[in-house]
């Protein structure tokens, strides 16, 4: 195909979703041309990158290159800044960047085409609703599965593991300790307009996922409204919704093997990340609009815990993924004046802080950031 016809993409970021998703591209989609790749990485920390010769660390670069964004940094404040200029010159963003949107992604919900990609858990769970509901399913539940949960893992445990599983410390830890499936379903509960039935979610602990997704179905119908949680099934992996459906289809159903009813749980056991993303860009490009973001009227955000104590003058390069501060998914009008997780970023405390306690915009210095402005109007 000539490459006047391709489809550019500019691609953010250059770790390891970024690197795969590029890969891909290049091997495995003719039509398709990542254009240009934006990092902030000097060139002897982006060897691993399988394309160097389209490294830019100009955003104007970037966008001038490309047709689309695929924003998959991982950084909160970067992600904010780019998105946000990226918007404003009319170029839709696909992102793999779950952290962006339930920090400062409600912002821009409505000022452009913005979505969450399949292959993380979020987009993962949206693509399986969407299913769902064409199917004539009414969900009741979003579920993810977690394998392991340990809230304060120590650095020389991340260490190993991060070495052991090629991914880096810093996301080994946000996976270990909770933080990043808290930011999942929080993403997913206001992108469906569900809730949260407490803070940190229920999270059963069950070798039978089936069983413990349909407690959870009980608990939403009883609410009245869709929830978003996870089971913690060691073992397990993978997403799920629970739905219900017409009375009249019960026998038809169950001969599909999904049980008795009324509530049917469908399971998705894999998400495939940076090899997904690609799915989301061909949805983009033949028009098939938003899978998910944070809605522009959030409900649930994820405030900071504090794993230790944290004296005045303490500084946080950053809370995700760190041993200083972890998070849980909240509901907002429950938590006044909470600074978002993923805003505790170069960051000072500006009094003790014990361990356990949740911070506010009142605990810490910030850096002055586009974020910081977005965090405030939507969270103080």
């Known amino acids: 195909m000539n490459s006047l016809n391709k489809h550019r993409i500019g691609l953010v970021g250059t770790g390891f979703i970024a690197s795969g998703f590029a890969r891909l591209v290049h091997n495995h989609a003719p039509d398709l041309d990542i254009a240009a790749v934006l990092t902030r990485r000097t060139p002897d920390n982006t060897e691993g990158f399988p394309f160097p010769e389209r490294l830019t660390r100009s955003v104007q670069e970037l966008l001038d290159k490309c047709d689309m964004i695929v924003e998959c940094s991982g950084d909160v404040l970067h992600a904010t800044d780019v998105i946000d200029t990226a918007l404003r010159a009319g170029k839709p963003v696909v992102t793999m960047n779950s952290e962006f949107h339930v920090t400062t992604g409600s912002w821009f919900a409505d000022k452009g085409l913005l979505t969450e990609a399949e292959g993380d858990q979020p987009g993962s769970?949206?693509?399986?609703?969407?299913?769902?509901?064409?199917?004539?399913?009414?969900?009741?539940?979003?579920?993810?599965?977690?394998?392991?949960?340990?809230?304060?893992?120590?650095?020389?445990?991340?260490?190993?593991?991060?070495?052991?599983?090629?991914?880096?410390?810093?996301?080994?830890?946000s996976f270990t300790d909770g933080t990043k499936i808290q930011i999942e379903q929080a993403l997913v509960a206001n992108g469906f307009g569900g809730t949260i039935t407490r803070q940190g979610m229920e999270g059963p602990k069950s070798a039978d996922v089936t069983k413990a997704a349909i407690e959870l179905a009980r608990t939403a119908a009883e609410r009245g409204q869709a929830i978003s949680d996870y089971v913690l099934s060691p073992g397990n992996a993978g997403v799920f919704v629970v739905g219900t459906h017409d009375k009249s289809e019960w026998k038809a159903l169950n001969y599909l093997k999904l049980g008795d009813g009324p509530y049917y749980v469908l399971v998705r056991p894999f998400h495939l990340c940076q090899y997904e993303i690609i799915k989301t860009v061909r949805r983009v490009i033949n028009g098939g609009g938003v899978l998910l973001n944070n809605s522009s009227a959030p409900t649930v955000s994820i405030v900071g815990i504090a794993k230790t104590d944290l004296p005045a003058g303490t500084k946080i390069d950053r809370a995700i993924g760190g041993f200083q501060v972890r998070g849980e998914a909240a509901r907002i009008q429950d938590v006044p004046n909470h600074v978002p997780i993923g805003m505790i970023q170069n960051a000072v405390i500006t009094r003790p802080v014990l361990a356990g306690q949740t911070l506010s915009f009142d605990d810490v210095e910030l850096p002055d950031t586009l974020a910081l402005g977005i965090a405030r109007k939507l969270y103080a």
């Open 125 to 173: 769970i949206a693509a399986l609703r969407e299913e769902a509901v064409m199917m004539g399913f009414k969900p009741l539940v979003y579920g993810n599965m977690k394998g392991f949960l340990n809230h304060h893992p120590t650095p020389e445990e991340m260490a190993y593991w991060a070495g052991k599983q090629g991914i880096s410390v810093e996301q080994t830890t």
